[in-house]
T-cell receptor, first 113, second 116 residues
Framework: AAGVIQSPRHLIKEKRETATLKCYPI?????VYWYQQGPGQDPQFLIS???????DKGSIPDRFSAQQFSDYHSELNMSSLELGDSALYFC????????????FGDGTRLSIL | AQSVTQLDSQVPVFEEAPVELRCNYS??????LFWYVQYPNQGLQLLLK??????LVESINGFEAEFNKSQTSFHLRKPSVHISDTAEYFC??????????????FGKGTKLSVKP
């Protein structure tokens, strides 16, 4: 079965650079979520989209922005990167309304030098 | 606000022994509960979920969890573990209020280590 696809899998950037992470949800899934997992930490919710509109906002820094496109894929844009942004970034998707099980991608590991 | 507490950060156990990973939640509204498993350098995989109905839910690989509303718990159990069950397990809750779709709030995770 098709899963959530994230690209790239690994990304190395320097401080103050920008990065764009991409997420392709499972076909026919209408909701996308972004999470950040720091080293040894639990995932923290950043932002979500439902039917291409922002649904919820969590602990997403103002330096980050995201959107969901007409084909339902989503991009997380990160600017003025800081050392503390080094983390695993997960995208998840779900279908069928509220509180449905979220299916996660394998994540993008972002390392800031 | 909702929160999730996983009482044990690490659980070592011998192969074929039973195991229980504890999870308690706090919420003033109805919750939906999930267990996810994360193998090293991989994403989170849904293990099982409680949305409604029977309070005992089972996964295809022998894990089960029971929703206990009075104790606000959703403990994960397996009667006999295998080496391949070694992973980190996250308990999560989801609550959707108003126009929200319901994001997940995770516990700190429990690292299960199965020894031969």
């Amino acid at each position: 079965a098709a899963g959530v696809i994230q690209s790239p899998r690994h990304l190395i950037k320097e401080k103050r650079e920008t990065a764009t992470l991409k997420c392709y949800p499972i076909p026919r899934h209408d909701t996308v979520y972004w999470y950040q997992q720091g080293p040894g930490q639990d995932p923290q919710f950043l932002i979500s989209f439902y039917e291409k509109m922002q649904s919820d906002k969590g602990s997403i820094p103002d330096r980050f922005s995201a959107q969901q496109f007409s084909d339902y894929h989503s991009e997380l844009n990160m600017s003025s990167l800081e050392l503390g942004d080094s983390a695993l970034y997960f995208c998840a998707s779900s279908v069928g309304g509220r509180n449905q099980p979220q299916h996660f991608g394998d994540g993008t590991r972002l390392s800031i030098l | 606000a909702q929160s999730v507490t996983q009482l044990d950060s690490q659980v070592p156990v011998f192969e074929e022994a039973p195991v229980e990973l504890r999870c308690n939640y706090s919420s003033s509204v109805s919750v939906y509960l999930f267990w996810y498993v994360q193998y090293p350098n991989q994403g989170l995989q849904l293990l099982l979920k409680y949305l409604s109905g029977s309070t005992l839910v089972e996964s295809i690989n022998g894990f089960e969890a029971e929703f206990n509303k009075s104790q606000t718990s959703f403990h994960l159990r397996k009667p006999s573990v295998h080496i391949s069950d070694t992973a980190e397990y996250f308990c999560a809750v989801s609550t959707a209020i108003g126009g929200s779709q319901g994001n997940l709030i995770f516990g700190k995770g429990t690292k299960l280590s199965v020894k031969p």
